[in-house]
């Protein structure tokens, strides 16, 4: 008599279901996204002015928050911090007078430094920032771009022989700023505006900061000193410009490197 083998039944998978299967790619593409957000990159854009010529309203950044190093998700304290900003460099921060906004200057003036500002002329522990007087020959064809013509040493401007236009450029003096660390970018001041002299000295943990707009721009001038912890990021590049008032895209500027 033949012994009957009994056959062991396999458990039968289910398939998940087509909401359960969207819930779930919907739920990994969110903690990708936050993961991102608050450790990599975030997006900000630019409402003001007052770093006009390098960037204008409309324009839409990605802020490298890795540069620094890594904070705890909507905090002010850090896991593990790999360096401070440096002079010259484009920051986003905590508005210091407002926690609920962020703003991006220029760093100036870095933890114990001495600044001296005069009219329009700045000295960084007694050493002036070297300027090259710019001076615009007028609108390009496509009516985007001021036409700079070009001073002696003009090969340390790379690429960017053109500014931004902007309404009531006529108004603005426009220099090649270097900083003492080598940093180089373009700075424009109003023709019809001089500061009194003031001096500071940067406390410890502390930034000084200014926009490249410098008669136009709220700033360590107004308001003070910007708290390291308060640094979220460094200015990456543009993945998108707006024009307002022109309703259109400004494609020319789409992927343009903030320096």
């Not at 360590?220 to 200015?235: D, L």
Request: no cysteine.
């Amino acid at each position: 008599m033949e012994n009957a083998v009994e056959e062991q039944q396999q458990p039968i998978k289910k398939k998940k279901s087509v909401v359960r299967e969207y819930a779930e790619a919907l739920g990994t593409a969110i903690l990708i996204a936050f993961f991102l957000r608050a450790f990599v990159i975030e997006a900000f854009k630019i409402p003001s002015g007052s770093m006009i010529p390098n960037l204008l309203i409309g324009d839409h950044l990605f802020v490298n928050k890795f540069t620094y190093g890594i904070r705890f998700p909507f905090s002010h304290k850090w896991i593990y911090r790999f360096r401070n900003p440096e002079r010259g460099e484009s920051i986003i921060f905590i508005f210091p007078e407002d926690p609920s906004k962020d703003f991006i200057k220029r760093v100036i003036g870095l933890p114990g430094d001495r600044l001296l500002i005069s009219g329009d002329e700045i000295w960084v522990n007694n050493e002036r920032l070297q300027r090259t007087p710019l001076k615009i020959q007028g609108l390009d064809k496509s009516h985007q771009y001021l036409n700079i013509i070009r001073p002696a040493n003009a090969h340390e401007l790379g690429r960017r022989y053109q500014v931004p236009y902007f309404p009531g450029w006529k108004d603005y003096n426009y220099y090649y700023e270097s900083n003492n660390d080598g940093k180089k970018h373009i700075v424009q001041y109003d023709n019809f505006i001089n500061y009194e002299e003031q001096e500071w000295t940067v406390p410890d943990d502390m930034l000084f900061v200014m926009g490249d707009n410098r008669d136009n721009s709220s700033d360590s001038r107004e308001w003070g000193f910007v708290p390291t912890n308060y640094v979220k990021g460094q200015a990456m590049f543009i993945w998108l410009s707006i024009d307002y008032h022109q309703k259109s895209i400004r494609w020319n500027r789409i992927g343009q490197w903030i320096n």
